[in-house]
DNA sequence: CTGAAAGCGCTAACAT
DNA sequence: ATGTTAGCGCTTTCAG
């Protein structure tokens, strides 16, 4: 047995296979009547075109990379995972693949790149998160089609899907602000990422037009990967220097809950004595009491805004780079008390 | 500027593409002269197999499709994703691509597959973990080659990697026996899933050949997802039911997570009130206090191990249907004491 | 041991 | 509006 061709559509329906292919393609000229009835031999036949002889003739691969770090992949919370299956979704309704890369977040010039890429094995490529510069750069050299989802390169303009973080930091501050709490803190690590640089700009933003002032004091950073672990000392660092404060920002859920976690085991009620907000909305399994405020962030969109801009390019509708900022909302559940 | 073909490279090395094509597919019957001297031009012109024009002729697709629900695929725990890594890792070698596909866990007949079944563009598939029996079936429909992990179905013989789970659940019983504890009790959940109930019997068979006699008063099993809510909960039924339990023997490291907090929350100290004893090692992202004692299974050689069983059912190396058992070991932490 | 040539299933230019 | 045909890059007989 073997599989159904397109000789064997063109056979069934009376027709040549150039009708055939053209009607799968949707060249428009066909007339209405063959068109139909070919359509309905596919049906009948359960015919799939070939990937392979259609990839090798359109040299179109039909796949898309999807690249991020081991780490991200492996993480507990399903952040970056929920962002591949918006773009898995939407890439399906566009007939394309993916392909799935973990890189190692420390790649360097000499390691070999994901293998789709060295064999050319690919039409697009889609970045999520965080990687190596120099894995970028090795992947730039390739000059396709490329989008990167929820990271922003400081130099260069590529088309990128972002989160607004800025006005999320605003959102989550104005919220608290609103809610009567004057001394608020900022907790955050790993800096340098440009989502939480502005995420702590929002934060400041919103202080600011409040007229309160901000303070340096109880805005605690370092360059640490936003785990659980680092949002609890930091807490017990906040709370070391500062005792009057009434409510924190955490730059994202994983943190938040660290802190929460922390503020429990010093016998510190939250919300009662202290409002904790998030960021992300990970919806983390875990028995979180309270549940957590914070800002949601739509992952799914954040996937097929992707697949979209990146076909664009592909398809050439698109020039020139583009950045999109994805809308976030604030989510309001119990971990966070009006104290007017 | 085209790639690089198959012609370019046999124009340079001064041979056909035919001799270039047998060295590429190690066809031994070409001379050692030859074969260095296309190896080295195939490098100089970093020259890569076109896919699609392979897979044209020679009726592969060089894709193995990677199956599993999207609540797996989400699940804080990266088990499932070690078990694809393994896998992803295991096919770069042999040059396979992986197609990964999430499907609903309520997948029933009328229901769309995942596209590269329908379009028959995989050579093989993977399906980690429990799915619904309707997509089984439909997937066995294309019979085509297939390997099962973490997950057996009750009748029908197919290649299977699976975890030592009855080992395992002897491992942590036996472990806590050994430390005294007379009064052990298991916490469940998912009973109908094969794993749990293995690890239950495990627990007997360990109690037993201890002379200690089980008792259903301390099993605690329903037929929910392991979760930490679940395992919390399940705590709580249990301390109702008897106080002198001394140590706690959790299906998994979730539950024992959840487990560990509510006694928290109450009070009983772990390990000096209660031993607690979990299954997986997922090390998860947790501030755990203290450290999870638990049954290590090697997740990404069970993905190694599932590429390699089905690459020899696709090469026609296994005629016959296999189960491989994986080893598991105990990892001795802190929340497990002494009480002798 | 190596080369020539057919043909895998499809698209697209060209012909009708 | 539809058909004919060349050719995409490769593997694989079959000849030499």
């Known amino acids: 047995m073997h599989n159904t061709t397109i000789k064997d559509v ?26 139909k009835k070919v359509l309905k031999t596919i049906k009948n036949l359960n015919y799939h ?19 991020l770090t081991e780490e991200h992949f492996l993480r507990g919370e399903p952040f970056y995972s929920k962002i591949f299956l918006g773009v898995e979704f939407e890439a399906r309704i566009h007939d394309y693949y993916i392909l799935l890369a973990t890189v190692s977040s420390s790649f360097s010039k000499g390691d070999s790149l994901p293998r789709f890429i060295t064999e050319r094995n690919f039409d697009g490529i889609i970045i999520a998160g965080k990687i ?14 490329l989008v990167f989802v929820d990271y922003s390169l400081m130099n260069g303009d590529y088309p990128t899907i972002l989160t607004d973080n800025i006005k999320g930091g605003v959102l989550a501050t104005n919220y608290l602000i609103e809610n009567g709490h004057k001394n608020i803190a900022f907790i955050g690590g790993e800096i340098s990422h440009p989502s939480i640089m502005e995420r702590l700009q929002g934060y400041k933003l919103a ?21 659980r672990q680092n949002g609890c000392s930091a807490a017990e660092i906040l709370l070391n220097r500062r005792k009057d404060v009434t409510a924190i920002f955490a730059a994202n859920d994983t943190t938040a809950i660290g802190v929460m976690q922390c503020l429990n085991n010093k016998g510190i009620k939250v919300p009662d004595d202290i409002s904790v907000i998030g960021f992300d909305d990970v919806q983390a399994d875990l028995l979180l009491d309270p549940p957590l405020t914070t800002i949601s962030v739509p992952k799914l969109d954040m996937g097929t805004e992707a697949i979209q801009l990146l076909l664009g390019i592909i398809n050439k509708e698109n020039i020139k780079a583009r950045k999109i900022l994805v809308p976030v909302k604030l989510i309001i559940r119990e971990s966070t008390k009006n104290v007017n």
């Open 10 to 35: 063109a056979k069934e329906a009376n027709v040549s296979i150039a009708t055939v292919s053209l009607v799968i393609n949707n060249h428009g000229r066909i007339s209405q009547d063959t068109r």
């Open 49 to 67: 075109p070939s990937r392979s002889a259609r990839g090798l003739v359109s040299r179109k691969t039909g796949n898309i990379g999807f690249i």
């Open 132 to 145: 190596s510069r120099d894995l970028i750069n090795s992947i730039l050299k390739y000059d396709m089609p």
């Open 207 to 227: 202080l600011e037009s409040a007229k309160l002032k901000s303070n340096d004091q109880v805005v605690i950073t370092n360059d640490d990967y936003l785990s």
